[in-house]
């Protein structure tokens, strides 16, 4: 089932609605699916089917991404805000603390929501918060070259390109570590959700002085990174570790950026495992 649905947030200028739009299919114990920058929920597709044999899984469109509208004025794309956002969607849709998975971007929002208590358990692939300086510099500019080269091309370009297995790797390869197995309709789907996504570039700019730095103590939290990933470097994950020790830390060797579509099977297990 496809909805949507408009949430109260607060702000310093009184309460602000917020509309997102989300998927749910599945029956068992909440399972919300929070994808990354750029990004939007079908980058879950590869792994929902599985997921919904175990639990009721609700992947969504973060504000100002996919299908969701930006955020209205006087909200800012921070951690704060999205929190907020994130607490209330699941008071609306009658949540009562969820598993989270997030990847990138939506991992650390995953872990921000486990920090914040809200969830009952916490499963991050290559979460974003745990760069040096030096490694967010490296990564804001791959999003940014990405997201400009897709500005610039033409859709009957894109469509073109998509439908050859070189093409989707000339497309998708900074992502992900298996760009031949995403489908050409997918490819093109989330090159124009990263041309059309209304709050990059505020999420990015919210994002330069994001650091991961709390444990969370009392919920199970797994870290997991890809062999391949070419955007946070999985040596990330050793961080994260640090600072979450009671994290499970695994490694998805092949896999890129975004996993799921590289080793579906590997990362639906990661997940129903982390949220057992």
């Not at 008071?91 to 939506?106: D, T």
Request: hydrophobic share 45%; net charge positive.
């Amino acid at each position: 089932m496809t909805a949507t649905v408009s949430v109260n947030v607060p702000s310093p200028h009184g309460p602000r609605s917020v509309t997102v739009d989300y998927a749910r299919v599945g029956s068992g114990e909440p399972l919300l699916l929070l994808h990354g920058i750029g990004h939007h929920r079908q980058a879950w597709d590869p792994v929902v089917d599985i997921l919904a044999t175990e639990r009721e899984v609700i992947a969504v469109d973060l504000p100002g991404f996919g299908a969701s509208p930006a955020l209205p004025d006087g909200l800012s794309y921070d951690l704060a805000t999205t929190t907020a956002v994130f607490r209330a969607l699941c008071a609306e849709l009658e949540l009562e603390r969820p598993h989270v998975a997030g990847n990138s971007l939506g991992g650390l929002l995953a872990l921000e929501l486990g920090r914040e208590k809200l969830v009952r358990s916490v499963t991050a692939l290559a979460p974003a918060g745990f760069w040096s300086e030096a490694e967010r510099r490296y990564a804001f500019s791959v999003l940014l070259a990405m997201r400009g080269i897709a500005q610039q091309m033409p859709l009957p370009v894109v469509e073109r390109l998509s439908r050859s297995a070189a093409g989707r790797t000339a497309l998708t390869s900074t992502i992900y570590a298996r760009p031949g197995r995403r489908s050409p309709e997918a490819v093109v789907a989330e090159t124009l959700a990263l041309v059309n996504a209304t709050g990059f570039a505020e999420t990015l700019r919210a994002g330069g002085s994001v650091r991961f730095t709390d444990d969370i103590p009392g919920i199970p939290v797994t870290v997991a990174w890809g062999s391949k990933d070419r955007i946070l470097l999985r040596r990330q994950g050793v961080r994260a570790k640090h600072v979450i020790p009671k994290a499970r830390l695994v490694r998805l060797p092949g896999c890129g950026h975004c996993p799921m579509n590289d080793d579906p099977a590997l990362v639906a297990r990661v997940i129903l495992d982390g949220s057992r």
